[in-house]
């Protein structure tokens, strides 16, 4: 039976590429998105960084597993959002692990 939910959300761990000396290093943060559906919504038609970057700030609900240069965890605001949403590595991530959950995509054969 399938179940409709007025405000669908969801969890995921994101892996993010972050660029490093020769190549990159795997980082893994847990994001919490909301489900769009709206107009203006179809995260198939995004162009632009700026239309990206809109798109996951309005999808992007929660975020975990963030530290600051010290180690120390980072609690989740719309000025961390803003931030983590700043780096194009990190932004990629957010949207490739959100079309994947939302579609159900798998990577490889």
């Not at 632009?48 to 996951?56: A, D, P, R």
């Amino acid at each position: 039976m399938f179940k409709i939910i007025q405000n669908p959300e969801f969890t995921h761990a994101v892996p993010v590429q972050v660029p490093a000396d020769g190549g990159h290093r795997e980082e893994v943060l847990k994001a919490r998105f909301r489900v769009l559906s709206g107009a203006g919504d179809d995260v198939f038609a995004l162009r632009t960084n700026e239309e990206i970057g809109s798109f996951l700030a309005r999808a992007v609900v929660g975020l975990e597993d963030i530290v600051d240069d010290d180690g120390a965890p980072v609690p989740y605001s719309d000025a961390v959002r803003d931030q983590v949403l700043a780096l194009p590595y990190a932004r990629t991530a957010l949207l490739r692990t959100y079309i994947a959950a939302v579609t159900k995509a798998r990577a490889g054969n």
